[in-house]
């Protein structure tokens, strides 16, 4: 049974009830998950609220030492990941280096005699207990996504890991504590929909964190918000590709294989689209050689180019989703949902790489996010109609252009409606001392992930105005 931690303790829930966390290549049971009772996710915002006031006095530089400490520990266990793994560590580390240089970004201002006698001041302070809910697909990368900053600021954190995939949590919070945050600064819940909703309805939570659906997200906005909380909430994507004849052939393929199919397309970065300006199918013959040579097989093989899906249920959602197209009219340029048994692993939840060609806006599978290895190809005149298609879509995580051409990829770059732009990038992912910013129906809230944005998140204001002359020296 995977623990809870609460109070710097790592301890096995009351609960009678639980999840089997089962390997997707296998279906065997790894491990279960408590659905933890209220009294106990009670007792983690308890110990969190405990923690805050020596926390907030905590030093900066004492509290960011913590992190530099966090990031060497991170590098010393992650070679022991393989490929896939090891980026989702790597992007999270990013972060944790971001935050060890919190004393910079927590500088306030001062304007001297701003009326006669009187100087003003402001300070950032921290909020009280953050929370955070994480998706399955990152279990290492989203929560240091959100506690480390949070922490940093002087907060102190009730972490919600997937109920898919909790040991990657429960790892990092041994490193954490092993670093030096002390008891109840950090603590993991474990649960669903119950504990989502405890989460945003508890008056000690101050601000929440969510990456996932934007079902559950568009819930946890409307329902923390609602209690006065401040939420961030990434959610959903349609990620774009425009190819424009001149692209460059070989990096373009590429950038599009490894967008397209890496992870198995379970990330809100993936590359779900490609629109290819004038013609497509020389385009399409040649993604499908590539696609071809992909390795298919459980993501514990070190040759595995392309993994499993999280489970038989997101499987079959897929595999509708392919069939919608197909019944809309669309073309099967190749079809992974009956990938040849894969030795080993009989009952893994595999899906090989597809292309879907001729797929229009109107689709099904055009309209949801697919969360799979599903490369959607369309067709349009110009740059401009391709544009139009991109920018009608709701969602607006990010898009690329590839070209050679500095004018086009200009004009994308200001006319194009997503958060994060690439030009002749694959995924347009920012580095941590930007912001993410996903945009549309991808994201709600005021202060996104990442950044100056998740240090605003996570701490407030306090301003003063001082007078330094004492009363019996003012004149009247």
């Known amino acids: 049974m995977v623990p809870n931690l609460i109070g710097g303790s790592f301890v096995d829930s009351q609960s009678s009830e639980s999840i089997d966390v089962l390997n997707p290549a296998t279906q065997q049971v790894v491990s279960q998950v408590p659905l933890t009772s209220n009294e106990e996710f009670k007792a983690a915002v308890s110990a969190a609220k405990q923690a805050f006031p020596a926390w907030r006095n905590t030093p900066v530089t004492t509290r960011q030492r913590i992190m530099f400490k966090l990031q060497e520990l991170i590098r010393r266990d992650m070679e022991k990941t393989l490929k896939d793994a090891h980026g989702d560590v790597f992007r999270g580390l990013e972060v944790v280096e971001h935050a060890s240089g919190m004393a910079t970004l927590q500088m306030g ?119 006065g909380k401040r939420v961030q909430s990434n959610m959903g994507a349609k990620n774009h590709a425009i190819v424009l004849p001149d692209a460059s052939i070989d990096a373009t393929l590429n950038a599009l294989v490894a967008a397209g199919f890496g992870a198995a397309g379970q990330r809100c970065m993936a590359l779900s689209t490609v629109v290819f300006v004038g013609d497509s199918k020389s385009w399409e013959d040649k993604l499908l050689e590539c696609a071809k040579g992909l390795k298919v097989t459980a993501g514990t093989e070190p040759e595995a180019d392309l993994g499993l899906v999280i489970s038989k249920q997101a499987k079959e959602r897929i595999c509708k989703l392919i069939q919608s197209g197909v019944e809309g009219g669309a073309r099967l340029v190749l079809d992974g949902r009956n990938i040849v048994e894969v030795p080993g692993y009989e009952h893994g939840n595999f899906i090989g790489p597809t292309i879907v060609s001729g797929v229009t806006a109107d689709m099904e599978c055009y309209k949801e996010e697919i969360f799979g290895p599903v490369l959607l190809c369309m067709q349009a005149d110009s740059l401009d109609e391709a544009m139009k298609i991109v920018n009608r879509n709701k969602y607006g995580n990010g898009a690329s252009i590839f070209t050679s051409s500095v004018v086009a990829a200009m004009k994308f770059q200001t006319d194009i409606e997503a958060g994060q732009v690439g030009i002749n990038v694959l995924i347009p992912v920012p580095l941590p001392f930007f912001s993410f910013t996903g945009s549309k129906a991808s994201f709600a809230g005021d202060l996104n992930f990442y950044g100056w944005s998740s240090v605003l998140h996570s701490d407030q204001n306090s301003g003063s105005g001082v007078s330094m002359a004492m009363p019996t020296s003012q004149k009247s």
């Open 109 to 227: 201002e001062f304007v001297p005699n701003v009326s006669s006698g009187i100087d003003t001041f402001s300070i950032r302070e921290p909020l009280g207990v953050c929370a955070g809910i994480c998706p399955f697909n990152f279990p290492a990368m989203i929560p240091l996504w959100m506690f480390p900053v949070a922490v940093t600021c002087g907060n102190t954190f009730v972490l919600k890991p997937s109920e898919k995939d909790p040991g990657a949590s429960i790892m990092l919070a041994e490193l954490a504590m092993e670093a030096g945050l002390p008891d109840g600064v950090l603590n993991i819940v474990h649960g669903t929909q119950n504990i989502v909703n405890a989460i945003c309805d508890d008056e000690d939570i101050r601000a929440v964190s969510f990456v996932g659906s934007n079902t559950a997200g568009m819930h946890i906005y409307s329902r923390a918000s609602a209690k």
